[in-house]
């Protein structure tokens, strides 16, 4: 079987057992049963080992995924349209991510993550084969990365199957807008909600992505229209 075969086989194993185990995400599965979130990335997202998933995720702190896509573009263009490597990161004058958009405490923060991957602290290759845990334990002992910047390039990047991000407000949103709450969700009740889905929660939590941009983009597109007919 090769390996796109096997990715399909896995996928409607997946789709499977999450239509099964929660009605909400079964309606959403059937309204998308052919959603492959790693296709739709890589048409919106550029290529990235685990450590352009973390200067992604970094950039993206505190930001729209929007203006993260144009300082993330900057950066590519520092580089001739790719993401750097650590030591090519290092390489360059910190003011120019200054210019490109980027904080001084995300500056630093990439600096210290590219110092430790090029200084032998860490182990880019023996990072993405850790375990969720221990991943999780290395890259949040530096500075101005906690668990969502991880999470995310678990996700975007590793491709892990078993990864939630419950601190994400678009996640929190998602969830509140699929499940009819009345409220924003904490984090603990967004893990709660997520529990079975395990060991499926990326996909799960994909799927809730996917329908939470969606629905923005059309309330965006409604009040452009009502804009455009309101004397």
Same mark, same amino acid.
């Given at each position: 079987?090769?390996?796109?075969?096997?990715?399909?086989?896995?996928?409607?194993?997946?789709?499977?057992?999450?239509?099964?185990?929660?009605?909400? !995400?079964?309606? *959403?599965?059937?309204? %998308?049963?052919?959603?492959?979130? @790693?296709?739709?990335?890589?048409? +919106? &997202? =550029? $290529?990235?080992?685990?450590?352009?998933?973390?200067?992604?995720?970094?950039?993206?702190?505190? !930001?729209?995924? *929007?203006?993260?896509? %144009?300082?993330?573009?900057?950066? @590519?263009?520092?580089?001739?349209? +790719? &993401? =750097? $490597?650590?030591?090519?990161?290092?390489?360059?004058?910190?003011?120019?991510?200054?210019?490109?958009?980027?904080?001084?405490?995300?500056?630093?923060?990439?600096?210290?993550?590219?110092?430790?991957?090029?200084?032998?602290?860490?182990?880019?290759?023996?990072?993405?084969?850790?375990?969720?845990?221990?991943?999780?334990?290395?890259?949040?002992?530096?500075?101005?990365?906690?668990?969502?910047?991880?999470?995310?390039?678990?996700?975007?990047?590793?491709?892990?199957?078993?990864?939630?991000?419950?601190?994400?407000?678009?996640?929190?949103?998602?969830?509140?807008?699929?499940?009819?709450?009345?409220?924003?969700?904490?984090?603990?009740?967004?893990?709660?909600?997520?529990?079975?889905?395990?060991?499926?929660?990326?996909?799960?939590?994909?799927?809730?992505?996917?329908?939470?941009?969606?629905?923005?983009?059309?309330?965006?597109?409604?009040?452009?229209?009502?804009?455009?007919?309101?004397?």
């Amino acid at each position: 079987m090769s390996e796109e075969s096997s990715r399909a086989a896995a996928l409607r194993q997946a789709r499977s057992y999450l239509r099964a185990a929660d009605p909400v !995400l079964a309606r *959403l599965i059937d309204q %998308r049963p052919e959603y492959d979130p @790693q296709r739709e990335r890589l048409t +919106r &997202l =550029p $290529s990235m080992d685990l450590f352009g998933a973390l200067i992604f995720q970094i950039t993206g702190q505190q !930001l729209s995924v *929007l203006a993260t896509r %144009r300082i993330i573009g900057r950066i @590519q263009d520092l580089f001739g349209g +790719r &993401l =750097p $490597s650590p030591a090519e990161l290092l390489a360059v004058d910190p003011a120019a991510f200054r210019t490109a958009g980027l904080s001084w405490r995300k500056i630093g923060t990439l600096r210290e993550l590219a110092e430790r991957l090029t200084d032998g602290r860490l182990d880019q290759q023996a990072l993405s084969e850790a375990p969720d845990d221990e991943l999780l334990a290395a890259l949040t002992a530096i500075p101005g990365i906690g668990p969502w910047t991880v999470q995310g390039a678990m996700l975007v990047a590793l491709h892990r199957e078993d990864v939630v991000l419950p601190g994400d407000l678009a996640l929190r949103k998602a969830i509140r807008d699929a499940y009819q709450l009345d409220h924003l969700p904490r984090e603990q009740e967004v893990l709660a909600i997520a529990e079975p889905w395990r060991p499926y929660r990326s996909l799960a939590t994909s799927y809730l992505f996917s329908a939470g941009a969606a629905a923005s983009a059309t309330t965006a597109a409604d009040a452009a229209a009502a804009a455009d007919v309101i004397p």
